[in-house]
């Protein structure tokens, strides 16, 4: 732009001098002088008008900037008093420093900015967005991504020093375990525990039932290809517990949950809760979510004699009985006349595919193995279908049986919460007899009255009005922090806009009189402020809310959306991704943002660490022993696995006899394995010890995108190709090889001081 603008002015100043000699010749002298002296004043003026506004503009832009400008720590944060303890609850005998509070009060999904980009996750994002493009747009787009890749810098950092220091400690520390609240958004340290040892892998006799099942179902065409190469479980990740701490409950108990991500049967659970969840929320008792609940209560009316109860199940997910829910499901199955439009499996084959998966809930916790042996698994992607359609049937049963004078006269339920309406007086009979309706005594109900007329449920606060009608607030736990995703967070600025437009929506859904709303809308200015968040972000989300072209550019992103070739997750880089984002919407693909490095990441880690051996869906390496080469491959199974068939095929055709170096030249080889072919020809001995996961990836293009990226990062591999996924060689100059791990360094030369 500079560039034009500088032309622009050469051409209009030799237009002038153009002009100027023309005036000169063709009027009296002092007729042109005084034509001149007009110009002349009449240029000044209109520079002087220029000036002042642009002068103005650069005033605003300046403004806007300080309004964006926020602390850079934690520090006018009061992290010495109440806002610390909600915020950061230590429980562990560590004493904490003022850094590692501060860092930890920024909250676990704070995201820290990297002094350098994550290349492969950004290459692995835009060789995704060529895949769904031709060969020919995929050219003109990849060296477009590359260029921003190229010129792009790292975003200043927004931590300090002391508290990257304190990161880095926390990090290190294996004598704590750092956890979110179950409730509530608080960070909790906890000291580690240990418990009582078991012995057993399931894993093996639980896959050959599923890949039994799955190869029937395949040769009766009740499953295609695409669905068996889905669920076949080529991943092998035992299932592991983890706890939240309820920092809202006496003595902080547990919540066990076990997170079945990677294991055999994550996504037959996910298939069969995508089939059962069109089963959920045919009663009129099911709440949706708030916004539904306070609709249902418009009309409700509350006499002298009546009062609202919410009644809890106990633990319900590990309560649920099993044989008991299976039956109500099969029944449901066998009467749902839209089955076969979203299935081709037989109910019969579906309740198969159920029961092995509820009856396969092991997991591992502090290093050993342990069977559930009753209930559904929280983790589990199908327990809350499984749990839901359980308690439809259950409260069913429990109004049609209760007596009169007991029976609930409305009734609402969202999973395991129940709020209903009964006479004053009943609630403990109620009580008793919902706890009768279960057969088998393991569903247990427990209850809270109203208190001055006010109950809460789920995130709403319910209250009873003089004249018996209903009004409703937000509803917050004593335990809540008011913590929310600091501003200061390296994530982008829509994500941020888009927790405030949450928190207004949420108050114009629930809160239902003005005054509340008054109230309530404070509260978010406190706790946002707090966080951070400037007032040009708030405001800028209520004028958004009101503004009728919001929703028809909304409406237009959604056409967009719709027509769109595919999606494109980018890891977050500010500055980066926002380009990389804007050149993929002129080539018809959509983007979402995903902070890449977090707290949480960083530092909450319950699970136990699965061993290297262990590690389903990565891309790994093998040395070698008598040269830098290096083995650079990938496997969905297994890395022990695999690595065991690296060393049967090198064990195979290992030559008992020494060869001649001429020899081992012209029998040159090509064997199953790279590793084979190198160490057969040159006669050298693998480094199997040196045998390492360089990075874990469960998605099949993803993980031979990276092997590309690692074949080509790496200086001396013995690989015979680039991997199975052709890598374009625009991205050569951000991939400059690495040094292998096991290499020497060289020394460097004398310096030269002759000149």
């Not at 342990?370 to 839901?388: E, H, L, R």
């Not at 009873?464 to 809540?480: A, Q």
């Not at 018809?588 to 136990?608: E, G, N, Q």
Request: glycine share 2%; hydrophobic share 35%; charged share 30%.
């Amino acid at each position: 732009r500079i560039r034009v603008n500088v032309n622009k002015i050469k051409n209009l100043s030799d237009n002038y001098e153009e002009k100027k000699m023309k005036v000169e010749s063709q009027l009296p002298s002092n007729a042109a002088d005084a034509v001149m002296e007009h110009l002349s004043n009449s240029k000044t003026r209109q520079y002087d008008i220029t000036r002042k506004h642009h002068q103005q503009k650069l005033a605003r832009w300046k403004e806007k900037r300080d309004k964006i400008k926020f602390p850079s720590s934690s520090d006018e944060i009061d992290l010495s008093g109440e806002q610390l303890k909600r915020w950061v609850v230590n429980l562990s005998k560590r004493e904490m420093s003022s850094a590692e509070n501060s860092i930890l009060a920024k909250g676990l999904n704070f995201a820290v900015t990297e002094n350098k980009h994550p290349v492969k996750e950004l290459i692995v994002a835009a060789e995704k967005a060529c895949s769904l493009l031709n060969e020919e747009e995929a050219s003109v787009l990849r060296p477009k991504l590359v260029s921003i890749l190229t010129s792009a810098k790292p975003p200043k950092s927004n931590v300090s020093d002391e508290q990257t220091k304190a990161l880095k400690s926390l990090a290190k520390d294996d004598t704590i375990m750092i956890l979110p609240a179950d409730k509530g958004r608080a960070t909790v340290i906890l000291d580690e525990k240990t418990y009582t040892r078991l012995d057993k892998d399931p894993t093996a006799k639980y896959k050959r039932k599923l890949v039994d099942i799955l190869a029937r179902l395949k040769s009766e065409n009740k499953i295609t290809d695409a669905q068996k190469r889905y669920l076949y479980p080529t991943s092998e990740t035992i299932p592991r517990l983890y706890c939240t701490p309820k920092i809202h409950k006496k003595d902080v108990p547990l919540r066990p949950i076990v997170d079945y991500t990677g294991s055999i049967m994550y996504n037959l659970s996910r298939s069969l809760a995508d089939i059962l969840a069109p089963l959920v929320g045919k009663t009129e008792h099911h709440v949706e979510n708030s916004k539904d609940l306070v609709k249902s209560l418009q009309s409700l009316t509350v006499n002298g004699d009546e009062t609202l109860v919410s009644f809890d199940v106990v633990s319900l997910f590990t309560n649920t009985p099993i044989d008991r829910a299976l039956e109500i499901i099969k029944d449901r199955l066998l009467n749902d006349n839209k089955l076969r439009q979203r299935t081709l499996l037989t109910a019969l084959d579906i309740m198969e595919l159920l029961s092995l998966v509820l009856t396969t809930t092991y997991f591992r916790f502090d290093d050993q193995l342990y069977q559930q042996k009753f209930g559904t698994a929280m983790g589990s992607p199908v327990s809350p279908i499984v749990a839901n359609l359980f308690m439809e049937n259950l409260e069913q049963t429990a109004i049609a049986t209760a007596d009169e004078d007991i029976k609930p006269m409305w009734w609402k339920r969202y999973v395991d919460d129940v709020v209903t309406k009964i006479k004053c007086g009943t609630v403990e009979r109620l009580n008793d007899h919902l706890n009768q309706v279960d057969t088998t005594r393991s569903i247990v109900f427990t209850h809270e009255t109203m208190v001055e007329n006010k109950i809460p449920f789920l995130d709403t606060l319910i209250e009873i009005k003089d004249n018996g009608s209903l009004k409703t607030t937000v509803y917050r736990k004593s335990t809540h922090t008011n913590q929310y995703l600091n501003f200061e967070s390296h994530h982008p600025t829509v994500h941020k806009l888009g927790v405030v437009r949450t928190l207004l929506d949420r108050m114009d859904t629930v809160v239902t009189e003005e005054f509340d709303k008054e109230t309530e809308e404070r509260t978010i200015v406190d706790a946002l402020t707090t966080c951070n968040y400037p007032k040009w972000a708030i405001q800028e989300v209520k004028r958004k809310k009101k503004d009728t072209n919001n929703k028809k550019s909304r409406k237009t992103a959604e056409k967009d959306s719709k027509g769109a070739r595919g999606m494109v997750v980018l890891p977050y880089v500010k500055g980066l991704s926002e380009r990389m984002a804007k050149v993929l919407k002129d080539h018809k693909i959509c983007s979402a943002f995903k902070p890449y490095k977090t707290l949480r990441k960083i530092l909450v880690h319950p699970k136990d660490k699965i061993m290297q051996e262990e590690v389903c869906g990565s891309v790994y390496s093998i040395g070698c022993k008598n040269c830098p080469s290096i083995y650079i491959g990938e496997s969905g199974r297994k890395f022990g696995t695999r690595l065991k068939e690296h060393q049967r095929n090198v064990e195979t055709h290992d030559h008992k006899n020494v060869r001649t170096r001429a020899t081992r030249l012209s029998t040159t080889q090509v064997h199953q394995s790279a590793i084979t072919d190198h160490m057969n020809n040159l006669n050298h001995v693998p480094d199997w010890d040196s045998a390492k996961v360089v990075c874990k990836e469960s998605n099949l293009l993803d993980r031979q995108i990276l092997e590309s990226i690692t074949i080509r990062r790496t200086e001396d591999n013995m690989n015979r190709d680039e991997g199975a996924y052709q890598l374009s060689h625009a991205y050569d100059n951000l991939l400059r090889p690495r040094a292998a791990p096991n290499h020497r360094a060289r020394p460097r030369p004398p310096p030269n001081n002759k000149h």
